[in-house]
Every structure is written in structure tokens, then in C-alpha cells.
């Protein structure tokens, strides 16, 4: 029972990723690179100032402002420099490799006898695997609401319009280059924030703590959106966070048939790529049993 309370609680956290990614890879439609490189920035700016005697929650807020800084130089090199998408976020997310490094002061840094916000004293009183259920929940939650909320306004309809159309958008006068910085901005900072918040509750930073992120982010969106079908922009968001806890879900029950924590990227990769397959699985079982049944196709 604790790893499975373990597993939703790691879920909740890492939903952070998955509605972060879903604001670009989905609503932008912009294949963001850049946080493979955001996310390890966001765990090693809070790690090493709150090893420096920073307070844990201003240390967590920084974290967000470097992760925007990371987006805003994203979409200035694909809007302004006319860089390709892809490459723009490579490129930072190579530059913030070196940038980690300088922050940290080596490979890793540990959070060992250093309080974090998992050290509060209401957190004291629940078991230790019920802190990051308990931490993930009010942050998941306050994150999603504070999204659901601003993509109601006329600045996040503009938002939605640019992801939708950037041609129809510019026509009526929406400014779509500020429209992508904006998301980029938002999504990297939201998921520089979630490194913070992961680096935290496993008590170090890593400088390779990014690899293989996106993989895990896409996994939660995609997942959600294979279980729950056709939903609204705003169940979507909730959908992703169901997903995220499913993934972990998932990498628990493949972990407890033998495999090695060596495995995780590959598993991830697999477990993305098998939800991707199967709605067109699901088509072309459905096909079969009409073909079975003498019914045609197009019926």
C-alpha cells in the first residue's frame, strides 16, 4: 500500500511536467526541446540556494523565474531569429547544461540536515510517503485552477486562437509571436518549477536529471488522453494529471515483475509509444470484428 500511495503521490508531482508540456506540445502546438534542459535548471537553482540558506519557498519561486527566462529565450530565437522550432530548443537546452553546471558548482548537489518544503511542520504529523501526495495535490490543484481560469480570459483565448490558427489569429489582430514567448515562458517556468519541486522531495539535483523528461510529460498527456477519449480543453488539463498518476502507476506494476530502475527510460519510451498505438489499434480492431461480422467498413 505505501509504494502505491508512494506511486500517486510521485503522480501528482510529476503532473506539474505533463500540464506544463500540454500548454505547448498541444494547445501551441510547438515541439519544445527546451525542457529537457528547464527542468534540470529549475532543481539545481532552487537546490543550491536553498543549500546557501535561502528560504525553501523563495527558492521555489526562482525556480519558475529561470524556467521563463529558458522559454523567453526559446521563442525569441524561433520568433525573432527565425531559428526552427525544434533546433531553438535544443539549443538551450544544451546551453543549460553548462549554465547548471556553474550553478551547482559540480555534477550534483545534495539537500542532506537542509530544510525544503517538504519539511514543514504540518508534514511532520503524516507518514512519510503521504508528503508528497499531500504537497503534490495543493500544488497540482492551485496550478490547474490558476490555468482553467486563465485560458477563459481574452489573453488566454488569444493564447488558444495562436495554437489553433496563427494565420486566422494575426488577421484579427492577435499579436502570435508574443502569443508563443508568452506559452513558452509559462510552460517552461511551470515545469522548471516542477524540477524544483521533484529535486526537493528526492533531497538532490542532478546535472542529467533532465534526460529523457520530455518523454515522461508526453506520457501523462497522451495517456490521459487515451483513457478518457474526447473531453474539453479544461477536462484535458485534469485528464493529463489522471495520466501522470496512471504512468506511475504503470512503471510500479513493471518495476515489481523484475525489471532493474536502470530501465525506467526504456520502459517510459515503451509505455509512450504503446499509448500512441492504441487508438489506431482500437480502429483497426474495430475493423476486424466488422469484417468478421460481414459488415462493410463504411457501415
Do not use: C
Not at 503522480?11 to 511536467?17: E, P
Not at 486563465?150 to 484579427?172: E, K, P, R, V, Y
Not at 477519449?229 to 515489481?256: C, D, K, M, T
Not at 526504456?266 to 460481414?294: E, F, N, Q, T
Amino acid at each position: 500500500m505505501s509504494m502505491i500511495v508512494s506511486s500517486i503521490g510521485q503522480g501528482l508531482l510529476w503532473a506539474v511536467l505533463g500540464v506544463a508540456l500540454f500548454l505547448t506540445f498541444r494547445i501551441l502546438d510547438f515541439p519544445d526541446m527546451t525542457v529537457e534542459g528547464s527542468f534540470p535548471l529549475g532543481a539545481a537553482t532552487t537546490v543550491a540556494m536553498i543549500a546557501h540558506g535561502i528560504n525553501p519557498y523563495l527558492a521555489t519561486i526562482a525556480a519558475f523565474l529561470v524556467g521563463a527566462v529558458a522559454g523567453l529565450i526559446t521563442g525569441l530565437l524561433y520568433t525573432k531569429g527565425r531559428i526552427p522550432i525544434l533546433l531553438a530548443g535544443i539549443l538551450v537546452m544544451t546551453a543549460a547544461l553548462s549554465i547548471n553546471l556553474r550553478i551547482m558548482g559540480s555534477a550534483n548537489i545534495s539537500l542532506l540536515n537542509q530544510k525544503s518544503i517538504f519539511s514543514a511542520n504540518f508534514l511532520q504529523h503524516l507518514p512519510k510517503y503521504f508528503d508528497a501526495v499531500f504537497v503534490g495535490f495543493i500544488i497540482i490543484t492551485i496550478i490547474t485552477l490558476a490555468l482553467i481560469f486563465f485560458l477563459q480570459t481574452d489573453l488566454g483565448q488569444a493564447f488558444i486562437a495562436t495554437g489553433d490558427n496563427a494565420t486566422m489569429a494575426q488577421s484579427i489582430g492577435i499579436k502570435t509571436d508574443r502569443m508563443t514567448i508568452m506559452g513558452l515562458m509559462l510552460s517552461n517556468g511551470l515545469i522548471a518549477f516542477g524540477g524544483a519541486v521533484i529535486a526537493q522531495n528526492n533531497g538532490y539535483a542532478d546535472i542529467n536529471m533532465g534526460i529523457g523528461i520530455i518523454v515522461i510529460a508526453l506520457a501523462s498527456i497522451i495517456i490521459g488522453e487515451v483513457v478518457f477519449g474526447e473531453l474539453s480543453l479544461n477536462e484535458r488539463l485534469v485528464a493529463v494529471i489522471v495520466g501522470s498518476i496512471l504512468y506511475r502507476l504503470v512503471l510500479l506494476a513493471v518495476l515489481q515483475l523484475g525489471f532493474s530502475t536502470n530501465d525506467l527510460n526504456l520502459i517510459s519510451a515503451i509505455v509512450l509509444a504503446i499509448a500512441m498505438m492504441l487508438p489506431r489499434l482500437r480502429h483497426a480492431l474495430k475493423l476486424d470484428s466488422l469484417i468478421k461480422k460481414g459488415v462493410a467498413p463504411h457501415e
